[in-house]
Structures are given as C-alpha cells and as structure tokens.
C-alpha cells in the first residue's frame, strides 16, 4: 500500500514518513524539495502513480491573507484531481481544530475552503483536526507581540506534540477512510496566556505575557471554547512540562 505524503519533509510530514516506515508501510515524502509542486501540479502524477493513500500535511509558506486561500485551495484542487486520476482510494488532510468556528481568521478561512473542497470532491476522505503544536508556540508568540509584551486572550488551548499529531495521523491513514472528522488534542487544557508565558519562560525568553480578552490571535477574536475540541478528542499521550524539559526534542 503507497502512501504519499504532500508536505512529507514539514514538520509533522517528516515525522509521518518516519512512523509509516517504521510500521512497514511504503511511504514516500512529496514536497518542493523532492520536485513536487502543489501549486502547479508539477510532479504529482508520477509521485501518486499506483498510490493507494494522499495524505496532505503540507502548510501555506505565507499566512498573509490571500496567499494562505490560494494557496490551500490551489493545492487542494490540484492533489483532489490528481488523486482521482490515480485512483487513490483514500485522502487524508491534517487541518485544525476550531477549523469553521472562527470565521475572522484568514488562515482558519483559508483551512475551511481546503476541508469544503475535499467533502465535496468524491474521493474517501478522512480530515484530522489538530489543536496547536507545542512546536508553534515561539510562533504563535510572535504573532502577538507588540514591543516586548505578548497580549492574549486567556481563553482554553489544548495543544499537543507534533510527535503525538504525526501518530494519530499514522493511524488514520491506514484504516478505512471515515468520510468525516476525526479531532486531536493534548492530554491537558491551559489559558493561552499561561501557556505561551510557560512556553517562553522555558526558553528564557524575556517577552511579558499579558492577558488581553480582545488581543487577536492571527487576526481573530477569540471566544472560550474557540480553540478546544467540540467532541471527545483522540488524546495526545506528551504533557506540556515532559515536552519542554527532554534536552533531545526539538523545540
Ligand atoms: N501549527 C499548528 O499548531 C497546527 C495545528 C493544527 C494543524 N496544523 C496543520 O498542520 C499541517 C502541517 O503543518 P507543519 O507545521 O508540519 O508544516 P511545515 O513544517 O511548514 O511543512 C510544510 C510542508 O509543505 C510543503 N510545501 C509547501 N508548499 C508546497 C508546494 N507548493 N508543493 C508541495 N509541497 C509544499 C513544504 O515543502 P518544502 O519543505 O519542500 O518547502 C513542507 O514539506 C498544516 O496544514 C497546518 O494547517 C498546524
């Protein structure tokens, strides 16, 4: 069973290959450094040539507004017919939990028109939703920084380990498509503040984390329950505070 993974040298597409590798599955890494281009259909038929699994982990270089739509719907039209003339039997699309729920974010906007695309296109599909990556906070700091103070809102998050999105991912790719939602998160809930403060005080960095009810995150306002699961999630096994003190993870 060929398993081609779109975005499979990213972070959680490099983990991905790793994983189906290791449980014996054929996997191979599609991506712009292995000669594939989404954007441009560049590559895909050779690589989903006898593919019975797609699965896209692959993100937008540029969250700025209308590149990050572009770029997800582009791509995903592109992979959803490439797809179909290969006769893949299953597509799977890692997207994010809140995905839908908040219509102000442009990348989320951006994350919905890639899920509406596949749940209409035909193929079998299973769409895994992940909470934040513990891996993205440094970013998600960034995006909220203002001098040197961070502002947030301290609303609930409920982030995980890329390690722990790349397993469930594995596991969803090798069974039978569900023909819907699947929903990830980690093994605790935090306020978004707490969180980044834990994040950066682990890095030594020297940014002030303040809770602000109306800061934006990436451009949205957000709510109480805006970021956490909607159902029982599949759990993450990594908590927050064993992530953050193994010297060998990277960070
Ligand atoms: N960050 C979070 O907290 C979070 C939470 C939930 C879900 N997600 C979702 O997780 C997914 C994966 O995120 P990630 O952090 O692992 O991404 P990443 O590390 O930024 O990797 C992106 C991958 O996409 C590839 N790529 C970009 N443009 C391409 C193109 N035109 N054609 C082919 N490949 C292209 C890159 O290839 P090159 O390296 O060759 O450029 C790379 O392999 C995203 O879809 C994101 O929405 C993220």
Same mark, same amino acid.
């Given at each position: 069973?060929?398993?081609?993974?779109?975005?499979?040298?990213?972070?959680?597409?490099?983990?991905?290959? $790793? &994983?189906?590798?290791? /449980?014996? #599955? *054929?996997?191979?890494?599609?991506?712009?450094?292995?000669?594939?281009?989404?954007?441009?259909?560049?590559?895909?038929?050779?690589?989903?040539?006898?593919?019975?699994?797609?699965? @896209?982990?692959?993100?937008?270089?540029?969250?700025? *507004?209308?590149?990050?739509?572009?770029?997800?719907?582009?791509?995903?039209?592109?992979?959803?017919?490439?797809?179909?003339?290969?006769?893949?039997?299953?597509?799977?699309?890692?997207?994010?939990?809140?995905?839908? #729920?908040?219509?102000?974010?442009?990348?989320?906007? $951006?994350?919905?028109? /890639?899920?509406?695309?596949? &749940? !209409?296109?035909?193929?079998?599909?299973?769409?895994?939703? %992940?909470?934040? =990556?513990?891996?993205?906070?440094?970013?998600?700091? @960034?995006?909220?920084?203002?001098?040197?103070?961070?502002?947030?809102?301290?609303?609930?998050?409920?982030?995980? %380990?890329?390690?722990?999105?790349?397993?469930?991912?594995?596991?969803?790719?090798?069974?039978?498509?569900?023909?819907?939602?699947?929903?990830?998160?980690?093994?605790?809930?935090?306020? =978004?503040?707490?969180?980044?403060? /834990?994040?950066?005080? $682990?890095?030594?960095?020297?940014?002030?984390?303040?809770? @602000?009810?109306?800061?934006?995150? =990436?451009? %949205?306002?957000?709510?109480?329950?805006?970021?956490?699961?909607? !159902?029982?999630?599949?759990?993450? *096994?990594?908590? =927050?505070?064993?992530?953050?003190?193994?010297?060998?993870?990277?960070?």
């Amino acid at each position: 069973m060929k398993i081609v993974v779109i975005g499979g040298t990213g972070l959680i597409g490099s983990k991905l290959v $790793a &994983k189906l590798r290791e /449980q014996g #599955r *054929e996997s191979v890494a599609a991506s712009l450094d292995t000669g594939i281009n989404t954007l441009t259909g560049e590559g895909l038929a050779k690589v989903l040539d006898h593919a019975a699994v797609v699965v @896209d982990v692959s993100d937008s270089p540029s969250f700025e *507004e209308v590149a990050v739509m572009k770029f997800f719907t582009t791509s995903t039209s592109n992979l959803l017919d490439y797809a179909k003339a290969a006769g893949v039997g299953h597509y799977v699309a890692l997207s994010v939990v809140g995905t839908g #729920r908040i219509p102000d974010s442009p990348y989320l906007r $951006a994350k919905n028109a /890639q899920e509406t695309l596949i &749940k !209409d296109d035909g193929i079998p599909y299973s769409i895994v939703r %992940a909470t934040q =990556f513990f891996e993205f906070i440094t970013r998600i700091a @960034d995006g909220a920084t203002d001098g040197a103070t961070v502002r947030l809102p301290p609303v609930l998050i409920q982030p995980m %380990a890329a390690d722990d999105v790349a397993t469930a991912v594995a596991r969803v790719a090798v069974a039978a498509p569900v023909n819907g939602t699947v929903e990830v998160a980690g093994p605790q809930q935090f306020r =978004f503040d707490e969180l980044i403060r /834990q994040g950066l005080r $682990a890095r030594n960095d020297p940014r002030k984390v303040v809770a @602000d009810a109306h800061a934006r995150y =990436f451009g %949205a306002e957000l709510s109480e329950g805006s970021l956490i699961p909607e !159902d029982e999630p599949r759990p993450g *096994e990594t908590r =927050f505070e064993d992530w953050l003190h193994k010297p060998t993870l990277v960070k």
